[in-house]
């Protein structure tokens, strides 16, 4: 389904419980901060492993797909510790993030418990937040340190996170850019939101809904 449905109010009038990813969800993806991010990364990758930028930019992008996150990778391959590696690729200017009103007027109105569980760390995601205008607006806010470094989409993740915060699956909806990480919410009973520029061109069964502007897709289904 895309931005154009009709009206997609009544899908989410049992939701109470609202689960919120944090990158090139809660902002735009033009912001482009996760350029910055995989900068650092790769040169984190170069030093711990002593790999030219090349390999450990490969090295990067293979982790990723295969763990779910880089620092997945370097924790099961390498032992790496996660702590200096969450602090340093976070460290990225936020300059070109500005607040939307319109995305905070639409999560200010949901009713019931959000969230925010993203695989970044949890004070980098407290600064996207504060930069986009979404401060004081959730209940919890998740980072992969609170998963157990356990990133999505792996089950634990979300069975650590969700206990946490004490999210029933089945009165719970998420928005998420990466349809991979909505796989596990749609077996546990939510309504998963894929939040993109464009949707997919054959969207999967495990996603319900699509929009490429979430302040305007949290409007039309508050239930105010």
Known sequence: ????????KADFAHVREWVFDLDNTLYPPEARLFDQIEVRMTDF???????PRDEANHLRAHYWQLYGTTLA???????????PYLH???????DHLCPDPVLRAGIAALPGQKIVFTNGSAPYAMRVLEARG????????YGVENAGFHPKPHPASFATVFGAAGITPTRAAMFEDDPR????PHTLGMRCVHVAPEPL???????HHHTGDLGAFLTRINPS
């Open 134 to 141: 979404l401060s004081g607006l959730f209940d919890g806010i």
């Open 45 to 51: 990758v170069m030093r711990a492993l002593g790999l």
């Open 73 to 83: 990778g370097l924790m099961h391959e390498h032992g790496v510790d996660p702590a």
């Open 1 to 8: 389904m895309t931005n154009a449905e009709p009206n997609p």
């Open 201 to 207: 061109p054959a969207p999967p069964a495990h996603i």
């Open 181 to 184: 990480n909505l796989v596990e």
């Open 88 to 94: 340093e690729v976070h460290e990225i200017s936020l």
